[in-house]
């Protein structure tokens, strides 16, 4: 069975609290047995996570402090990763321009993504507060108060494709 399959397979057995809400550990215990399982490929994705993670500030140790105009001491990673965008690693000690510039875009891309998704988040769980307080107030069964109810019920689902 194939992960989403696993994952939907489990998420229709896992063990459940009273409230409805899933255990973790079920879920990821039903969703281990039930996916297939091919060593090679788990090896070949821990060695892509080894190496990732040796992308990511403060993965690898640090050798010294670094002074960055505008931003102060910063801790310097020789060691760590640098990637340009053709698929090529260099350590940061021996990255040039196309490596850090690289680097650079990657790092404001993923923060605009973060910050786009806290933005929603912060969004959604307001939405939620202002309508479940609504319906508390009608005495409404405060575990019926969902975010698929709430926004099913104002009317906000759409079935058009999601845009940037």
């Not at 194939?2 to 459940?16: K, P």
């Not at 690289?102 to 998704?117: F, G, H, I, L």
């Amino acid at each position: 069975m194939n992960g989403e399959a696993a994952y939907r397979f489990g998420l229709a057995n896992a063990d459940r609290n009273p409230d409805g809400t899933i255990i973790e550990k079920s879920l990821v215990d039903i969703v281990a047995h039930a996916i297939d399982f091919d060593a090679e490929q788990q090896r070949l994705g821990l060695a892509q996570r080894i190496v990732s993670r040796r992308k990511k500030p403060g993965m690898t140790a640090p050798a010294g402090k670094v002074t960055l105009p505008g931003l102060g001491l910063r801790e310097y990673e020789p060691e760590r990763l640098v990637a340009d965008d053709d698929g090529n690693l260099i350590e940061n000690s021996r990255a040039t321009v196309k490596y850090k510039k690289a680097e650079a875009r990657r790092s404001a891309s993923n923060a605009d993504r973060a910050n786009e998704r806290a933005e929603q988040d912060r969004a959604e769980a307001e939405l939620l507060d202002d309508w479940a307080k609504g319906q508390q107030q009608s005495g409404r069964d405060e575990r019926e108060l969902t975010f698929g109810a709430c926004v099913t019920e104002l009317g906000l689902l759409s079935d058009e494709d999601v845009t940037a």
